[in-house]
């Protein structure tokens, strides 16, 4: 599978194209968003398995939230109903949890280096009754530990980016679709760069309102993702 080499600016153009498809259907993603926070959010209450279940179903509704964008911009109305289609198509439910699943495996990685990185430390200062401050933390072999850290979190970001979208349009294994998405990020870092400060500011901007504008945040970043894989993958 193809996948293209865009322009620098094209990562701006992205939110233009999120917005044509925002627009018209803004009540339509402000719900669908509401139903994902809702029940990743009461998931993430349940002991033990209530985050795995979270990490399991959260790229099936993202994959029906895509689903819709396609439809939208073909010129359906889908419902909020759109948002579970998935769960009606084996094809695309069983990769997207198995995507899911190795999302957990990424982040429990990446929670155990960096707990390997800093864990030790602290413990050293709580069973020796000793303040807790940088100092005592950012040993040479901790700081090494979380650059570790921080380089697999964003080869992470990068092969987690484009997965569902692959999966779910392009129908390729899961596998398949992380190293597509690495692949994708890798030869247009220009343009995602842009897209990733573009997002700050927003993200900054939508906080000042009582943190409401991140509601509608998510699913306007979700709808510039869409139009970021069209560009690069279609």
């Not at 719900?31 to 349940?46: A, D, F, K, Q, Y």
């Not at 509608?216 to 510039?224: E, N, R, S």
Request: glycine content about 10%; charged content about 10%.
């Amino acid at each position: 599978m193809e996948v293209k080499k865009v322009k620098t600016a094209e990562g701006y153009h992205w939110y233009g194209c999120a917005w044509a498809l925002f627009k018209g259907n803004w009540g339509l993603w402000l719900v669908m968003s509401l139903v994902i926070m809702i029940l990743t959010g009461v998931l993430g209450l349940v002991p033990f398995i209530g985050t795995l279940i979270t990490n399991l179903l959260l790229p099936v509704l993202v994959g029906g939230f895509l689903l819709a964008a396609r439809r939208v911009e073909e010129g359906g109305s889908p419902g909020v109903g759109a948002l579970f289609s998935p769960f009606g198509e084996s094809s695309r439910l069983n990769p997207l949890i198995l995507l899911g699943l190795f999302a957990l495996l990424a982040n429990l990685t990446l929670g155990g280096v960096t707990m390997l990185s800093v864990g030790q430390r602290v413990m050293e200062a709580m069973m020796n009754n000793t303040p807790i401050d940088l100092q005592t933390l950012l040993t040479p072999g901790a700081v090494v530990g979380l650059v570790v850290a921080l380089l697999l979190a964003v080869i992470v970001t990068m092969a987690f980016l484009y997965a569902v979208p692959l999966v779910v349009f392009d129908k390729v294994k899961p596998l398949t679709s992380l190293r597509l998405s690495l692949v994708a990020c890798w030869k247009n870092m220009g343009a995602l760069t842009l897209f990733g400060l573009i997002y700050l500011v927003l993200a900054l901007v939508a906080t000042l309102p009582l943190g409401l504008g991140l509601i509608l945040l998510f699913p306007y970043t979700l709808l510039a993702l869409y139009c970021s894989y069209r560009a690069l993958f279609n």
